[in-house]
């Protein structure tokens, strides 16, 4: 971008060049009649480089090298040199927020240099960072504008980041504040996913540990006793912390794997975390994009309900959301409403409990509108009036498969069996019919 400060540069660079070519071009073709004179010497050069008409100064007077000096360093200045501003803090931390928390914090532009400087404009990286306005303010020498940013978290547990870009008048550099948080429930699971693609490891541990320091239980882990490491629920008192560990030829067996692997635990703030299960068969097939794959109604009183929301990104303008349904009949799932936002679609849903069934819910579910469809994964846990504690977990021989049928896990939706159960390769092809070009160590991607 050129701002005034760089075009009086770029304009006087122009104005001499085009001079001196046109000097040049009079010679060449014989406009300058007068006969041919030697050079002159640097002491005759300073003499004559200043008469006030051009054309006594002959472009051979005063080399082009030395009359663009002056425009190229105003021009490095502008194009090339940052800002003379300091950011204070350097990095915006938020710290560990909650998935429905909105973080907020000032960051201060502190004018270094000489001169006044003026904001062209702020620009955040995405949606999710919302800013004041501070653009065509001045920053005098010394002084500083603030600006307040606030940083609304995805669902999903982990690490977020973002920027906000600052364009200084007279400088192309942008000034970048770089803005952090993470992601947890007061039940904090490290690492936030299982990496599992094919070429990974096929086991591993876990840290879980809640994040205010209070003892609590892991009731189960997807719907199962925990294998826990150093620890012995029998004997040792409840801890605030914990090391598991995870094999997925115990834990996923026939190669059947949730998107979501459920904690659940009887901390009074977090009955529930997930782990993200990154693996060929949990990629989602997109025909809707949402903001999030992740979706929970929380705890659930018998035959009560709910409320939770989708959110769609890409919906065409006149493209509503027609109906929404479970895969089971232990939940209902209904629309409640939706409104527009922009580019998106905000779509309330309704979970209501239709069954007698107690504990781990997790469902498929679907959201329509007249041109398509969505799939997601929607879990909680159904209890009954003034529940706490712990369900009583499942054995692992209930889910040991047998040669011809792989038995479900509990809450998990079902997948069919591989046509070869002797095998515990996990399968390459999504359910859905997509197939995800995974690399090992590629990114997480969508959760």
């Keep these: 971008m050129l701002t005034r400060r760089s075009l009086s540069a770029f304009g006087l660079k122009a104005i001499l060049t085009s001079l001196v070519g046109a000097c040049s071009m009079l010679q060449a073709c014989g406009g300058n009649t007068a006969a041919p004179t030697p050079a002159p010497t640097p002491a005759q050069a300073t003499e004559t480089a200043a008469p006030a008409t051009p054309p006594a100064a002959p472009a051979t007077d005063v080399p082009a090298t030395d009359v663009s000096a002056p425009a190229t360093d105003a021009t490095q200045e502008a194009e090339d040199l940052p800002p003379p501003i300091t950011i204070d803090p350097p990095v915006l931390d938020f710290g560990v927020i909650s998935p429905s928390d909105i973080a907020e914090g000032v960051v201060k532009l502190r004018n270094t240099g000489t001169k006044e400087l003026e904001v062209l404009s702020v620009q955040p990286s995405c949606k999710c960072t919302t800013i004041n306005d501070v653009a065509g303010q001045k920053i005098p020498v010394g002084g500083f504008v603030e ?28 000034v970048s504040i770089q803005l952090k948080s993470e992601v947890s429930m007061p039940v904090r699971v490290k690492p936030y996913y299982l990496n599992i693609v094919t070429g990974q490891p096929q086991m591993g541990r876990t840290v879980v540990e809640s994040i205010d320091g209070r003892p609590f239980k892991i009731c189960a882990i997807g719907g199962y ?16 912390h914990y090391v598991i560990d995870w094999n997925i030829e115990r834990d996923f067996p026939g190669g059947k794997f949730p998107r979501y692997w459920i904690i659940e635990t009887d901390h009074p703030d977090c009955p ?38 989708v959110t769609c990104t890409k919906l065409e303008e006149d493209e509503a959301i027609l109906a929404a349904s479970a895969s089971s009949t232990d939940l209902k799932v209904e629309l409640v409403s939706q409104v527009r936002d922009g580019t998106d679609t905000i779509v309330t849903l309704r979970a209501t409990s239709t069954s007698s069934a107690r504990g781990l819910t997790y469902v498929n579910a679907t959201i329509y509108s007249a041109k398509r469809q969505q799939d997601f994964e929607l879990w909680g846990q159904v209890i009954d009036p003034g529940f706490t504690g712990c369900f009583p977990c499942k054995e692992r021989a209930e889910i040991t498969p047998s040669v011809d049928q792989a038995k479900p896990i509990r809450g998990i939706p079902t997948i069919a069996p591989p046509t ?13 019919g997509a197939t995800p070009n995974l690399s090992p160590n590629a990114p997480v991607g969508v959760k």
Aim: proline residues 8%.
């Design 147 to 174: 600006i307040q940013a606030k940083m609304k978290p995805t669902s999903g547990a982990g690490d977020k980041k973002a920027e906000i870009k600052v364009l200084i008048d007279g400088y192309s550099r942008i």
């Design 420 to 432: 070869r159960p002797t095998t515990n390769a996990p399968a390459t092809t999504n359910p859905t």
């Design 272 to 309: 529930l975390v997930e782990i993200f299960v990154r693996h060929e068969t949990t990629m989602p097939k997109i025909n809707m994009a949402l903001s999030d794959y992740r979706h929970t109604f929380g705890q659930l009183e018998a035959g009560k309900s709910a409320e939770f929301v």
């Design 225 to 240: 006793a925990p294998h826990y490491i150093g620890f012995d629920p029998t004997k040792d008192e409840p801890a605030n």
